[in-house]
């Protein structure tokens, strides 16, 4: 039986992030629309292309840990998320989207990276 995956393992340009519980991978690729075509719904459709994201919540400080600093520059960073079911993708290209915050009790911080459709590596 295949192992389900619980975890999520990133790096950030090979740098391995302290990452913690409820981070989301949006893999991109195709989407496609409903059409209605001479009366009739949901026989054709139409497809365009969507980015790749990713919100991921790490360990800011410490050992470990990421800097505001790295964060900010986070301009064309390759994502690697590795499954523990093991499966590896990867989102080349990636940059921040948000203005992040910094959590206090769990000194964690909320980034949301946008790039390319992830690939399977």
């Known amino acids: 039986m295949?192992?389900?995956?619980?975890?999520?393992?990133?790096?950030?340009?090979?740098?391995?992030?302290?990452?913690?519980?409820?981070?989301?991978?949006?893999?991109?690729g195709k989407t496609r629309?409903?059409?209605?075509?001479?009366?009739?719904?949901?026989?054709?459709?139409?497809?365009?292309?969507?980015?790749?994201?990713?919100?991921?919540?790490v360990?800011?400080?410490?050992?470990?840990?990421?800097?505001?600093?790295?964060?900010?520059?986070w301009k064309n960073v390759t994502l690697v998320a590795e499954f523990d079911s093991g499966e590896t993708f990867q989102m080349a290209g990636a940059y921040t989207t948000n203005a992040f915050e910094l959590s206090d009790?769990?000194?964690s911080i909320s980034v949301e990276l946008a790039g390319p459709e992830w690939e399977e590596i």
């Open 2 to 28: 295949a192992q389900k995956t619980f975890n999520i393992v990133y790096k950030i340009n090979g740098k391995a992030a302290d990452a913690l519980p409820g981070g989301t991978i949006k893999f991109g």
């Open 33 to 57: 629309v409903p059409l209605k075509v001479n009366g009739r719904a949901g026989v054709h459709y139409t497809e365009d292309s969507e980015a790749g994201g990713a919100t991921i919540k």
């Open 59 to 73: 360990a800011h400080g410490g050992e470990g840990g990421i800097t505001v600093a790295e964060i900010r520059s």
């Open 105 to 107: 009790g769990d000194g």
